[in-house]
């Protein structure tokens, strides 16, 4: 597609229930990358794929977080057990190649509300 | 880790007015400097992007000036219009896989 597409837009989680957030990268981008927005707030990072290769996952808040990208397309974010703490938006990021040099395309970002 | 801190958090100007907004940063390996623009409902938009071997970049009414030693940078936007209503944010990289943000300025151009 022409852009980063996300899904779903907004999810409304009650505590302790497990959620997927998808995010369908533009064709052919190598790198992904996952970023966490609390209101008001600027993006922090939370993980970063190459292709499949899920290469850094130190931004992850906690083990309750997990990324994949199986094929190296589509990646999905999923969080066990929501905690209010949890309600943000979720962006998600491609780049043909490499880091933040070769300029990121973000998309509109999921919002969640942990109720 | 890398620290960045943006000022004003809000700025107004009137329209056809020039806006300024300052960053700093605390790693001195910090080598990649963007700028970007969010609306409401929407994510970050890359504006304009500066490294670290050059001192000052423009591109039609937006230019980034960068100062490595004092290690703060600017975003300046000239001619504002009503469309430049937004809230902008820097970051800093330091060539690793991550972008370090700013908590954001909100500039609203008064028509």
Do not use: M
Request: aromatic share 10%.
């Amino acid at each position: 597609g022409a852009g980063v597409s996300q899904s779903p837009r907004y999810k409304v989680a009650k505590r302790g229930q497990d959620v997927a957030l998808r995010c369908d990268p533009i064709s052919g981008h190598v790198s992904l990358f996952w970023y966490q927005q609390a209101l008001g707030q600027g993006p922090e990072f939370l993980t970063y794929f190459q292709n499949e290769a899920q290469l850094d996952k130190s931004g992850l808040p906690s083990d309750r977080f997990f990324a994949e990208r199986p094929e190296g397309s589509v990646s999905t974010l999923k969080i066990q057990r929501t905690q209010q703490e949890d309600s943000a938006v979720y962006l998600c990021a491609s780049s043909v190649t490499g880091g933040p040099y070769y300029g990121y395309t973000f998309g509109s970002g999921t919002r969640l509300t942990v109720v | 880790g890398e620290n960045v801190e943006q000022h004003p958090s809000t700025l107004s100007v009137q329209e056809g007015d020039s806006a300024v907004i300052k960053c700093t940063y605390s790693d001195s390996a910090s080598n990649y400097f963007p700028w970007y623009k969010q609306e409401l409902g929407k994510g970050p938009q890359l504006i304009i992007d500066i490294r670290s071997n050059v001192g000052e970049k423009k591109d039609q009414r937006i230019a980034v000036t960068l100062n490595k030693t004092a290690k703060h940078f600017s975003l300046h936007i000239t001619e504002t219009q009503p469309e430049d209503s937004a809230v902008y944010f820097c970051a800093a990289s330091r060539g690793n896989n991550r972008l370090a943000f700013g908590k954001g300025n909100q500039v609203v151009v008064i028509p």
